[in-house]
């Protein structure tokens, strides 16, 4: 069985720049969740969608938004960007609130 | 405020050996623990994981046990091998808040020594 996937890998952007990040969850599963981790840190939870709602969002700026689609896939956007947003975007996805596995990620870094 | 807390930054263990790595949590809320294992450039690795209900769980090699009163989990592998050699993370979760929202520790590199 296909894992969680992400798209892009890596992605250079500048300042101002706005980022769309993509992730498929594995099959049967109906919740995403997004996370950041920058160097030497756990990753942070940034939103938790299932079945196309939020269900929760972490303690980042309105620059951050997600949605999910009816395939349950996921985009994460990103606006205004600052060197402060380079970091590794984790994709997870569960059947609900259970046990989350993670795709490899995407690295974005912001110049 | 870190609500999840890996003291140890890393660990050096010889192959063969018992790794023991250790978590510390402050949320009485949190009742689902989970540990990953993280590669360079890859995603977190699900391992195992607990419930509040439990004090032990076992998957092998991997044991991790919980200490509610003390508010305290470790992580037993058993025995150590090269290939684990990684990046290890413990996550919490409180399953009642229905949000899935995991809080990661901030890591514990570990070695394995052949």
């Known amino acids: 069985d296909a894992g969680v996937t992400q798209s892009p890998t890596h992605l250079i952007k500048t300042r101002g720049q706005h980022v769309t990040l993509r992730c498929s969850p594995i099959?049967?599963?109906?919740?995403v969740s997004w996370y950041q981790q920058v160097l030497g840190q756990g990753p942070q939870f940034i939103f938790q969608?299932?079945?196309?709602?939020?269900?929760g969002r972490g303690n980042f700026p309105d620059r951050f938004s997600a949605r999910q689609f009816p395939n349950y896939s996921s985009e994460l956007n990103v606006n205004a960007l600052l060197l402060g947003d380079s970091a590794l975007y984790l994709c997870?996805?569960?059947?609900?609130?259970?046990?989350?596995?993670f795709g490899p990620g995407t690295r974005l870094t912001v110049l | 405020d870190q609500q999840v807390k890996q003291n140890s930054p890393s660990l050096s263990v010889q192959e063969g050996r018992i790794s023991i790595l250790n978590c510390d949590y402050t949320n009485s809320m949190f009742d689902y623990f989970l540990w990953y294992k993280k590669y360079p450039a890859e995603g977190p690795t699900f391992l195992i994981s607990?419930?509040?209900?439990?004090d032990k769980n076992e998957d092998g090699r991997f044991t991790v046990f919980l200490n509610k009163s003390a508010k305290h989990l470790s992580l037993h592998i058993v025995p150590s091998q090269p290939g684990d050699s990684a990046v290890y993370f413990c996550?919490?979760?409180?399953?009642?808040?229905?949000?899935?929202?995991?809080?990661f520790g901030q890591g514990t590199t570990l070695q394995v020594k052949p």
């Open positions: 099959s049967g599963h109906k919740s």
């Open positions: 996550a919490a979760s409180a399953f009642s808040s229905n949000t899935g929202k995991l809080i």
């Open positions: 997870a996805s569960s059947r609900a609130t259970d046990t989350q596995y």
């Open positions: 969608y299932y079945e196309k709602e939020e269900r």
């Open positions: 607990i419930s509040s209900i439990k």
